[in-house]
């Protein structure tokens, strides 16, 4: 399962990604909390596209990581629902925090299956170069579909609770990730090299990426989660070729 991604150079990226997606959620902005995380997917997707050979924004395949159900569908919904946000914001990051180790996890599984999803379709020739933007949009749509109907499908709790407990032993990581999200975020896509491999981090963010790739590739060893993610991968085919 993990040679498909070492031979995409993805596997430390999608790890890294997974957890500064999940990490971002407790980010303690109002609004920034909501639109971080896709900020992020989205850098996710454009690292997946440039080691793929493709050269075209992610923005053309926006589907793939969008939030349609998101605060950020619209400014309007912004205007409506910021008086209410700010007033419940404080009691609901302190909810968040509580089940913090859970709620990761659980989003961390998440993002690290559509980016290994994305890189396995891109690997096979889909979302080509050149291919009309029209297109482009259906074939994304087509994959969020299918990847959202796997997932629904999948019980991510043989991914989800291992990464849950080690969170939970490792005190402050949540805070870290959400503090390194938000500072990897403001960075130009155009920039060169991977986010997984910033050599001009602080010492201290290494040392949280170390730990959260460690993490997540420790958990990836394990027999029950490589075949849970391989009847994934068999069921999202399954559904593309439907």
């Known amino acids: 399962m993990t040679d498909h991604l070492v031979a995409l150079g993805a596997a430390r990226q999608l790890s890294l990604y997974a957890f500064l997606v999940a990490a971002s959620r407790f980010v303690p902005i109002?609004?920034?909390?909501?639109?971080?995380?896709?900020?992020?997917?989205?850098r996710m997707v454009q690292q997946l596209l440039r080691q793929a050979g493709r050269s075209y924004s992610a923005k053309k395949v926006a589907p793939i990581y969008a939030d349609p159900g998101g605060c950020v569908a619209g400014c309007?919904?912004?205007?409506?629902l910021l008086p209410f946000k700010l007033l419940l914001?404080?009691?609901r990051k302190i909810l968040a925090v509580i089940g913090a180790a859970r709620e990761v996890s659980q989003r961390?599984?998440?993002?690290f299956l559509l980016g290994r999803t994305v890189a396995r379709v891109l690997d096979r020739g889909l979302l080509l170069e050149g291919t009309p933007d029209a297109d482009l949009d259906q074939q994304a749509k087509r994959f969020r579909a299918c990847f959202d109907r796997?997932?629904?499908?999948?019980?991510?709790?043989?991914?989800?609770?291992?990464?849950e407990a080690a969170l939970s032993s490792s005190r402050g990581l949540v805070r870290a990730g959400a503090k390194l999200g938000r500072r990897l975020s403001q960075r130009s896509e155009a920039e060169p090299g991977d986010p997984a491999e910033p050599a001009d981090l602080p010492a201290a963010d290494r040392s949280?990426?170390?730990?959260?790739?460690?993490?997540?590739?420790?958990?990836?060893e394990r027999p029950e989660v490589i075949a849970m993610i391989a009847d994934f991968d068999a069921r999202f085919d399954a559904a593309w070729s439907g």
């Open 30 to 42: 109002p609004f920034v909390d909501d639109l971080l995380p896709e900020r992020l997917r989205r």
């Open 108 to 111: 961390m599984v998440t993002t």
């Open 76 to 80: 309007i919904g912004w205007a409506i």
């Open 208 to 220: 949280v990426i170390e730990r959260v790739t460690g993490v997540v590739q420790s958990v990836l």
């Open 89 to 91: 914001y404080p009691i």
């Open 150 to 163: 796997t997932l629904e499908s999948t019980n991510t709790t043989i991914f989800g609770s291992p990464l």
